[in-house]
DNA sequence: TGCAAATACGAGTCATCACTCGTATTTTAG
DNA sequence: CTAAAATACGAGTGATGACTCGTATTTGCA
């Protein structure tokens, strides 16, 4: 009963090869080219398979279903997105001014988005089959808890209720702009981030405290 | 040539009879819901034409194919939101002070959202066939016009380029927070809601002149 | 009243697709 | 070296769903 392969999963857990990961990941990145090109609905498994090399058997040895493979390459965002700005460095971030801040957060963010348009088709999609819209839950949770411990550091006397109101605003508007910044042309882009960050500055600086007052010369 | 009926459309244009009238707009009704509840891509035409108590074949009779079902319903929505609110009312909008323009504006576009599911589930599918995409220009394009319009009333001022990009934005701002105000509660609409004109009056202020100042008491 | 057009039906067609299964090959453990 | 496990294949299966077609009924019009 203390053995280390005692899983009370009904899953048949299989020992994994090198090989095996090494398929996995190569199905992943194909899924996640054709979800970004179809979109999950569309997207069929035999032209994910065809695009990783692959039969139909063999991604079926790997994954149970079609939603099982989107739950992967989902897992595989949010931590790709965890390592991209990691969790220790992201509290610091509350201690800057609400610009430079903006700043610190929204730019690797749009940087990833844009690399990864397969996330991106998978967060937008708004009709998932309820188990998909779980897997996509993590990666909402992200941004939003992320926000919202920033806006408890940064702003400690606001109710609890109020903070996550803004931060859930605060994401929302971020992702209606989404369509804007995946859409833009590489030169487009930085005048549209940078409307975004106008638009999310304009929006906190009215829930948050005004700032300290900085100093225009050097601080030594 | 010149006759009233020469279309040099390929379409067979029919005589259309009342009753053929009230089957469409059925069908039309139909396709609303069960496009709000699945989603375009996994509606099936036999479940619309079934919930209309109509036949599969009487659907084809007056629709093409599934998309241009679609593209009919579209475009009765961006008929009705035109008459929600009528064009002639809009531009004198542009008077009001910021605050009160964005309640003309938003609670009915709100209360025509949340009264037209069918609405959101379209306009909010981010991948849909190009001609579809087509069809859904038309109501994007209503708001972000409108709003292009209002903008260049209240601050002539502001160069084209930069308007235009504020219209985009706003109008995008807005989308973001569709998702909440969709699926808030109906006692917890006017906290979002509320929010939401928050929001845009935060990033709007940022871009338009200031406003003249009101005076608090009575203007008699 | 009678005929042509419009409306209506729904079983059937055909393509697509998620997923299976029998079998063949490669890897690893002993 | 060998057997079991893991990986790989791809034709096949069953379900679904968009769309058709032959036919029946209703309506508009002369």
Redesign the pocket.
Known sequence: MTEDTAKPVSR????????????MAELLDAAAEVFAEQGFA????????AKA????????????????IAEALMARYVTRLREAHGEAFDLAVAELPLEAMLDRIIDPVVAFDRANPGFYALLSDPQLAPELASAKRPAQKLMFERLDKILEKKAPGLPPEKRTLTAEVAVHLFRGLLPMIMAAEEPDLPKVVKETKRALRAYLSTTLPPEPRRITGSGA
Chains 1, 2 share one sequence.
């Open positions: 048949p857990v299989k020992k994994r090869q090198a090989r095996g990961e090494k398929r569309k997207a069929s498994t035999n032209a994910i398979a090399g692959a039969s139909p058997g063999t991604l079926y040895q790997f994954f149970e279903n079609k939603e099982a």
